[in-house]
Every structure is written in structure tokens, then in C-alpha cells.
């Protein structure tokens, strides 16, 4: 097996490449795996304005291909391959890595931070309009919404929490639900019903985004009646659940109800020097800032792990 590598990192996207970042500035030869595009959700992204050391904002693909290229720098690699398989070997011996074109390597620590996909309404003008309008992140986006109304989708707590967050700064907020009651945990729920700014509209779902170069309206259908209107909005913040992308640790490390990685506060899964950081894990925060500090830290606990079994680089 000739590639052999010290740190595996699958996924570029801000958790894996601010781990590429630490992992290649220990000195060890380290590989970050991506099979979509560099920056993972970030870069799609217009603007980034609560990533620290950026006061004026900064572009989603901006900061990526910085981040790409500060890895670089230290010596990491970016590899465009889809890592299908991961086969622990015995106690400190390497892992076995199979791409999707066939290739076999060897890993003597491997950092999972595949991310997590958002699900689509898979509506007309959704996808054409993301970044214009169309948002999964109240949280990152809501602030560029200010004094104009918006709509959240869905009725979990994630919904419900965000549409009470872009309270802050939206006019009005309709929470737009496929059902006739929610989802959200009752605090949640009371929370929501006493804030005036919130509109629910029941029973309903999207049909179509409308706009060109931004979100103008968007046409709802009532499903049990079955009339439909257009609702002059100016954003459209979709909360409809993730999916993570953990079929490369299905059968290999727990994963909680929603298919995230159960890890511990260093990252770790209990495959000895098998790491899960970012959005792919349990309990995250779902956020920029957070997925590059995940990766920080799974990057420092896999160098301890190579150091205390293989020894210090170059050994």
C-alpha cells in the first residue's frame, strides 16, 4: 500500500480544511478528501458577516479559498475523491481508506467532517435563488433582512427558534407549516405565539419562490382547501431538517437519531483515532465558526493520538 498518510481528512469544507490547517502545521502529511466542491456550504454563500476578523464581511467562497490555501501552505493536500470506505486496523495500526475509483490507502488518523446537506422543498426558484433570498440560516442571514417581511418553513424547534431570532430584524415573520400544529417543544411554542411580529400560517406549503435577481413573493397553497396566493416577502428561510453525510461511518461509530456522529468534547468516536467534527456531528452548532473550531480540535487530539502510538514526525 504505497499512499500512506498521517492524517485523513474527509471533507473540505470549513471544519476540515481549518483541520488540514492544524494537521499540516504539526508536520504531518495530511490529505483533505472532497467530493463536491471546496468550501462545502460556505461556498455558496454571498456574504459572511459574524466570522470573527472580518468587520466589513467577507464572501462565502472568499474565505474558503483562503482557508484552502492557508492549508495548502502548511503542506496539506487537497485531493478531489470520494472516500466510499473506512477500515480501522488493529490497535495502532493505520486505517485502510477506499475511494470511489478504487484506490486503497493508509491513514494513521483519519477526521471525518463530511457536513450535512440541508433538505430541499425542491420548489420552483428555490435553488435559482439561494443567496438572493432563499436561505437554511436565519442565524448567518437574517440581519440582511431588516424592516421587511419574511418566511420561515417548517415546524420543528430549529424553525421555531430562528423564526423568533429574525424577530430581531424582519417586519414580519410568517412561519409557514405543512400541518395544523408544531413540532417545537411547548417553551419553544409559547415563545412564538406571544411575539406579535409572528404570523403562522397552518396547513400550507410552498409552491413556487418568485423573483429574478431576489426574492419578490412566494405562492403558498392551502392543502386542504386548496387555494393559493402569492405573499410579498423579500426572504425565504427554509427549515425542513439536514441530512448528514455519515454514510462512511454507518455500522462504524453511533450515530443518534438523526444519522449525526455521537463524539465527545475532543472530537473523539470510540474507534481509537477515528474523529467527527462540524455539522456532521451530534449536537452541533451548526455553524461557521464552530465547524472550523471542531476541526481544531479533532486536528490537536489526532496529533496526539499519532504522537502517543507512532511517535513525533519523521520518527
Known amino acids: 500500500m504505497a499512499d500512506e498518510i498521517d492524517i485523513a481528512i ?98 494513521k488518523a483519519v477526521i471525518v467532517t463530511a457536513g450535512a446537506d440541508y433538505n430541499k422543498l425542491g420548489v420552483p426558484g428555490e435553488l435559482e435563488l439561494v443567496g438572493k433570498g432563499v436561505s437554511y440560516c436565519a442565524t448567518c442571514d437574517a440581519a440582511f433582512f431588516r ?49 406579535e411580529k409572528i404570523e403562522v400560517i397552518w396547513n400550507t406549503v410552498i409552491e413556487t419562490i418568485n423573483g429574478d435577481d431576489a426574492v419578490t413573493s412566494a405562492t403558498l397553497k392551502n392543502i386542504v382547501t386548496g387555494e393559493t396566493r402569492d405573499l410579498p416577502v423579500e426572504a425565504v428561510f427554509i427549515f425542513v431538517g439536514q441530512t448528514p453525510n455519515t454514510s462512511v461511518l454507518r455500522g462504524l461509530v453511533p450515530l443518534d437519531p438523526g444519522g449525526h456522529a455521537i463524539v465527545n468534547l475532543w472530537m473523539e468516536t470510540p474507534v481509537s483515532g477515528l474523529f467527527v467534527a462540524g455539522d456532521i456531528r451530534a449536537e452541533a452548532a451548526r455553524q461557521l465558526v464552530s465547524a472550523a473550531g471542531d476541526g481544531a480540535t479533532a486536528a490537536i487530539r489526532a496529533e496526539h493520538y499519532i504522537a502517543d502510538h507512532y511517535g513525533a514526525p519523521g520518527s
Open 10 to 107: 474527509i471533507g473540505a469544507g470549513p471544519a476540515g480544511l481549518a483541520a488540514g490547517v492544524y494537521a499540516a502545521r504539526g508536520d504531518r502529511k495530511t490529505a483533505i478528501f472532497e467530493r463536491n466542491i471546496l468550501g462545502g456550504q460556505i461556498a455558496t454563500t454571498g456574504d459572511v458577516e459574524n466570522y470573527p476578523g472580518f468587520p466589513e464581511g467577507v464572501n462565502g467562497l472568499d474565505l474558503a479559498l483562503a482557508m484552502q490555501a492557508q492549508a495548502e501552505r502548511f503542506g496539506a493536500e487537497i485531493r478531489y475523491e470520494h472516500v466510499t470506505g473506512i477500515t480501522p486496523g488493529a490497535e495502532g495500526s493505520p486505517f485502510v481508506l477506499n475511494t470511489e475509483d478504487g484506490q486503497e490507502l493508509s491513514a
Open 147 to 195: 424592516n421587511v417581511p419574511v418566511i420561515i418553513v417548517g415546524g420543528g424547534d430549529a424553525a421555531v427558534d430562528e423564526a423568533i431570532f429574525t424577530t430581531r430584524y424582519a417586519s414580519k415573520v410568517y412561519l409557514v407549516h405543512r400541518r395544523e400544529e408544531l413540532r417545537a417543544t411547548r417553551l419553544l411554542q409559547d415563545c412564538l405565539f406571544a411575539n
